[in-house]
């Protein structure tokens, strides 16, 4: 992209636009209700993203391992999950500022936790914010399942950005499964959901979905913070 961009003042393919149209929909006139699913590792690698969607969204849903940052500083005890320490008093800003904005955040109420990541290790179910040492969150659990399928009902617009879990390693891909099925959900009932473009072209085929989805969320993420920050991408405008 950014090589054409050099030579041309601007070039996308049929795919990109496509992409680009749907994703613009995500900052300007989207329809509401409108929740956001976010996931993945860590807080900063959001930080552009959730700063450009709080003053636009309804409900925040927040899952994987950067749940564990915001729980943190709400002063949760959450064993050996990850955590980016030097963050916490952002995300406290950031939930904070959801709560000024009229803004529901959702948090994981539990999580499916493990000694180590591993694919058939022994797995418990802890309430998120009291996992004690040595294990470490790697899922959100049951009920957290339960509460943010309850929190996608009746949304017009969805967008979701990173996994609820270690999904790559089973049992932990559970909680993305679930979400995946609720947003599926959304769209068989008719609403219009925006999520990762290309993520469901076979709503039934989740799992297979969310190696496309991983592979597009760089763009993504980058397309709606740089909106806010520098106002445009090489290529994309």
């Known amino acids: 992209v950014v090589g054409v961009a050099g030579l041309l003042p601007a070039y996308a393919g049929f795919l990109m636009e496509k992409e680009v ?11 509401r209700p409108y929740a ?26 927040i899952g994987g391992a950067m749940a564990f940052t915001f729980l943190k ?28 904005l009229g803004v529901r955040v959702y948090l994981p109420e539990d999580v499916v ?19 004690p040492v040595p294990y470490m969150g790697l899922d959100i659990g049951p009920k957290t399942r339960e509460a943010f399928a309850r929190a996608l009902e ?9 996994p609820m879990g270690v999904f790559e390693v089973p049992p932990f891909d559970e909680g993305t499964l679930a979400v995946g099925r609720a947003i599926a959900d959304r ?5 219009p959901p925006e999520t ?18 991983h592979e597009r969320v760089d763009f993504t993420e980058r397309l709606l913070a740089q909106r806010r920050e520098e106002g445009q991408l090489p290529g994309a405008d």
């Open 36 to 61: 956001v699913v976010l996931g993945g590792a860590k807080v900063s690698d959001k930080i552009g993203v959730i700063e450009s969607l709080l003053p636009r969204i309804d409900r925040l849903l």
């Open 21 to 31: 149209r749907a994703l613009s929909r995500l900052l300007k006139d989207p329809e």
């Open 113 to 131: 936790a493990a000694e180590r990541i591993e694919a058939g290790v022994e797995t418990r179910v802890f309430p998120a914010r009291a996992i």
């Open 187 to 191: 769209i068989r009932g008719g609403a």
């Open 154 to 162: 009746g949304a017009r617009t969805v967008f979701w950005n990173g």
């Open 196 to 213: 990762d473009p290309a993520v469901f072209e076979e709503l039934e085929r989740v799992r297979g979905e969310l190696s496309e989805l």
């Open 73 to 100: 500083a709400l002063g949760g005890e959450v064993g050996k999950s990850l955590v980016e320490e030097v963050r916490l008093d952002l995300a406290k800003d950031l939930l904070g500022r959801a709560e000024a």
